[in-house]
């Protein structure tokens, strides 16, 4: 499935009355646990990885097993902003000895 990286930006735009309101033209940002239930259940997209970026601040990766996925930063308010989505998403497997 090909998905306009755009999309879950729209949707987010669209979804003010869920208590979403979008940030800024580039990221559209809410309660994460708003942004995380809406992943699920309109492109059935779960997490897949994750990482601390700058102190309290949280970025995960959910994909989707059609390829699509979307990243997400999570402030320590709680607060989520998608910053980046796109399609053909391949989980990387690192064989023991090979650099990456």
């Known amino acids: 499935m090909i998905r306009n990286p755009a999309v879950p930006f729209a949707v987010l735009g669209a979804t003010v009355a869920l208590g979403l309101a979008p940030a800024s033209a580039q990221t559209s940002c809410g309660p994460r ?4 239930k809406l992943l699920a259940d309109q492109y059935k997209e779960d997490p897949v ?6 102190p309290g601040q949280v970025l995960e990766v959910f ?3 059609n390829g699509s996925w979307t990243m997400v930063m999570t402030m320590p308010d ?3 902003c998608m ?3 796109g399609d053909n998403w391949e989980m990387v497997t690192k064989i023991k000895g ?3």
Do not use: D, F, H, Y
């Not at 646990?33 to 995380?36: A, F, G, H, R």
């Open 78 to 80: 709680g607060k989520a």
């Open 33 to 36: 646990e708003q942004l995380v």
């Open 63 to 65: 994909a989707s097993s």
């Open 49 to 54: 990885g994750m990482g601390l970026a700058q």
């Open 83 to 85: 910053i980046a989505a």
């Open 98 to 100: 090979n650099p990456i």
